[in-house]
């Protein structure tokens, strides 16, 4: 084998070179690293009694009330916040996908949600939910609903549903880009021939379009409840997980216990919610090396 040869054979792996050396230093290393943690009582408040505690902190998360209270409300966060993006993304893909007057214009606009930062989302949301200033009780004490202003985001029974339609608003445009994309690579032959056999529309949406685009869609949903299921963002600019946890899902917990120098029991926490998310994944993968046989 020549020099040339030689030359040509490494290239490739000169090339990928760059890119798994930042997947190492930005994903890898910091895996490793919060599990190595989450066998430590590694609190920064206590320096001096950080140590190897075995499976300590895993039993105490077991044992933590707030921890299954964090685990039921992201089940309901992801559930629901994804759910209705879903719904209302798809009802959005299909309307850009037909043509009207301004159409360009209208799907530059339904951007908007998913290309402002969520931070900016939290604060604008927790405006508009204020219960002294916002928004929406001025809109509906002008139209007469209540007859008093509501601290939406002080109350335990408004705050969490209150995050969701917050998290839903941002969500619907990352779901009508993705569908659309995914209509858009319909053949209308397909169309054509079951308005030909007497399909309506909703059999031509449940037979034709959604076993068309299924891979899309099953990508899209995933990808949506791994990110939802770690947002903090949005929440902790609105609530900061309260009132009274009410809106604590697993990822504002355990930023709060990072936040509170408890690293140890936080990564304890986060390696749990990445093999749930893991889970989640498990029937697509295997989906996709089926289809690859």
Known sequence: MNYLQTKQKYIPY????????????????????????????YDLRRPKEIGFVGLGNYLLMLKDVLFWKALFKTICWVTFGVGLQFF?????????NTYFIGRGVVRSVSMIPWVTPG???????????DGNFGVLNDLLLKLHIIDDKIAFLSQTGTAFPCVIVTIIWQGIPFF????????????QEL??????????????????????????????????????????????????GGPAYATQTL??????KGNALNLGYASTMAIALAILLSL?????????????K
């Not at 000169?14 to 190595?36: E, G, K």
């Not at 209302?88 to 850009?96: D, H, M, Q, R, Y």
């Not at 989640?280 to 690859?292: L, M, Q």
């Open 191 to 240: 169309y054509e021939a079951a308005e030909i056999d007497g399909a309506s529309k909703l059999k031509q949406l449940f037979y034709v379009t959604i076993p068309t685009i299924r891979n899309t869609l099953s990508v899209t949903l995933l990808l949506r409840v791994i990110w939802v299921a770690n947002s903090v963002d949005v929440i902790f600019n609105m609530t900061e």
């Open 14 to 41: 000169m090339l990928v070179a760059p890119a798994v050396l930042v997947v190492l230093l930005v994903v890898f290393i910091p895996v490793i690293n919060a599990i190595l943690m989450s066998f430590q009582n």
């Open 251 to 256: 990822s504002v917990y355990i930023y709060n």
């Open 88 to 96: 209302f993304g798809f009802c959005l893909a299909e309307l850009l």
């Open 119 to 129: 931070v900016l989302i939290g604060l604008m949301w927790r405006w508009i939910f």
């Open 176 to 187: 009508a880009l993705m569908i659309l994309a995914g209509l858009q690579q319909v053949p």
């Open 280 to 292: 989640v994944a498990v029937p697509y993968i295997r989906s996709t090396f089926k289809e690859g």
